[in-house]
């Protein structure tokens, strides 16, 4: 079945200590993002990649860097994780930017910073 | 910024209850998402509306576009415990604009 498969599915690291979340597709859509879930929140976009264009969210803090090094896989580094990084990572790939493409999900990575 | 409103936060059924859920906002939309996502999952696509006032069927659940452009309600027929999770709506502006997403409704089943 064509999916979004992102790994981990947990993952912990120490605070200050460079993390990499991992997403691959094979609906072989353009584009490609990046939400950020807190406890009981909507999904908050980070960034994401139309082809090899990268855009990225005003208010995504620098600490934030994604890579995307073909159609299929995307990563999302995370340089010096903070306790307030502690949430779930989701990556969805879309068709297109248009109405018509609505969000295909991973199941997320559960990322704890201690 | 643009802002959806959903509601409500939270609600119980019972099984077999009919469910109803609704997302507002003050700009004009074209094109509505519903999603569903269980604990520890990511959301899951839902019902899709391109339409102002399309009516979509998927199963037990109906949602439509409203007519002015600026709503959506969601339903759910004859609940069953599977149903329990978290709603979110989801809009999009433009063709150009990012999804915005509700801040989502959770079913839960009264004891």
């Known amino acids: 079945d064509a999916m979004v498969i992102q790994n981990p599915r947990y993952q912990v690291t120490q605070f200050g200590k460079p993390v990499t979340l991992s997403c691959s597709q094979t609906?072989?859509?353009?584009?490609m993002y990046w939400y950020q879930q807190k406890s009981s929140q909507a999904p908050k976009l980070l960034f994401h990649?139309?082809?090899?264009?990268?855009?990225n969210e005003a208010d995504t803090p620098d600490n934030f860097q994604s890579r995307r090094p073909n159609t299929s896989f995307c990563f999302l580094d995370i340089r010096s994780p903070g306790l307030g990084d502690t949430a779930m990572y989701l990556c969805?790939?879309?068709?297109?930017?248009?109405?018509?493409?609505?969000?295909?999900f991973g199941n997320g990575t559960r990322l704890t910073v201690t | 910024g643009q802002q959806l409103n959903q509601s409500p936060q939270s609600m119980f059924i019972q099984e077999g209850e009919d469910v109803s859920m609704n997302c507002t906002s003050s700009?004009?939309?074209?094109?509505w998402l519903w999603y569903k996502q269980d604990p520890g999952e990511g959301p899951v696509l839902l019902i899709a509306?391109?339409?102002?006032?399309e009516l979509t069927s998927n199963g037990r659940l109906t949602a439509q576009f409203g007519i002015t452009r600026k709503d959506s309600f969601l339903n759910i027929s004859a609940s069953i415990p599977s149903d329990v999770g978290i709603y979110f709506c989801?809009?999009?502006?433009?063709?150009?604009?990012?999804?915005?997403f509700g801040s989502g409704t959770r079913l839960s089943i009264r004891p």
């Open positions: 969805a790939t879309s068709r297109g930017l248009g109405g018509g493409s609505p969000l295909h």
């Open positions: 609906l072989n859509h353009n584009v």
């Open positions: 990649y139309y082809d090899k264009d990268f855009n």
């Open positions: 700009s004009i939309f074209n094109t």
């Open positions: 509306l391109y339409k102002a006032g």
């Open positions: 989801a809009g999009q502006i433009s063709s150009a604009s990012k999804i915005i």
